[in-house]
């Protein structure tokens, strides 16, 4: 699972083989924690996140969202600018 970022102790991967796993998400690391989280809502999916850093999550998706979707439907890898 490769690694789009990584900011405040938070490391996001995803998955790329979107057929087995939709809607298209973001795994979120933090800690013992792990997160999926819905790229288009920012909603968590699954696991379980502190409140903080699904908040921080959230604001980054927010600002790179059309870049991480472009790379869940392209299968296309890039790095994506931390938080900051």
Excluded: C
Aim: charged residues 15%; glycine residues 6%; negative net charge.
């Amino acid at each position: 699972m490769p690694i789009l970022s990584n900011f405040y102790g938070i490391i996001i991967k995803m998955y790329f083989q979107q057929s087995e796993h939709n809607p298209p998400h973001i795994h979120a690391l933090y800690g013992e924690y792990i997160g999926a989280v819905n790229i288009k809502t920012g909603e968590l999916m699954e696991g379980d996140l502190p409140p903080r850093a699904l908040k921080l999550v959230q604001e980054w998706l927010q600002l790179y969202q059309s870049e991480i979707l472009n790379i869940w439907n392209t299968q296309n890898f890039k790095k994506i600018p931390p938080l900051s």
